[in-house]
């Protein structure tokens, strides 16, 4: 099936409203989530088209964006979902994957996967991005043990251009690398079956004036920001 024909046939499926929800939207900036049979094809869309308006121009559509920059950018890599295409300003589709989250009751069950995702992550941050919600629910490791990722909506690229005068910009970004390397190292055990090293240990010690500002960030910012807009 051609790129143009799978595009019109799941816009087709929208309008008729013949899909599965797969994840309900939970706040103003996040997409409903829907799962689609197109010809014995399944495809993932993400809607963003039923947030008010002012959320979508001023958030919903710069998400959007991003995490089709990402999935184009990293589309030969192997370790994203097939893109498939914008249907609007609020709407893209990709490809429907099966696996399994890591967790208690999975561990160990893919020995390689580890190394996988730490192969991706160091990838993605040689190309400037940082993650920056490398979570268990955005990693699944499909039947055959390779790892695939996903919600690109919150990763950002460093600055191509100036960077010497946006030299704090470029030093927030490296921080939030190493929190993308910080939380694949939670997830070691679960991916492989193994405990942490003594240095890894000590790598998941965060200095003081991060646990100062992640509790101004979630206290003073985060919070009220989502109970204003729940």
Known sequence: MSQDHLLSAIKEALREHHYKMLRPSRGVFQADVYLLNIDGQYVVVKDFSNRPWLSRILVCRSLVKREVKVLEAFGTSGFLPQ???????????????????????NRGKWPQAYQQAREFLELFHKKGYCHNDFRRNNVLIQ?????????????????????????????????????????????????SGEP?????????????????????WTNGINKPILRRFK
């Open 143 to 191: 039947p055959d043990g390779s790892v695939r990722f996903f919600d690109f909506a919150a990763a950002i690229k460093k600055p191509q251009r100036f960077q010497k005068l946006l030299f704090v910009w470029m030093w927030l970004i490296g921080v939030m690398q190493r929190a993308d390397m910080t939380s694949l190292l939670k997830m070691k055990y679960d991916l």
């Open 83 to 105: 893109y498939f295409g914008r249907i609007s300003d609020d709407i893209f589709a990709m490809e429907f994957l099966e696996g399994e989250h890591p967790g208690r009751r």
């Open 196 to 216: 942490l090293t003594t240095e890894e240990r000590l790598l998941l010690k965060k200095p003081k004036w991060v646990r100062v500002l992640q509790r101004l």
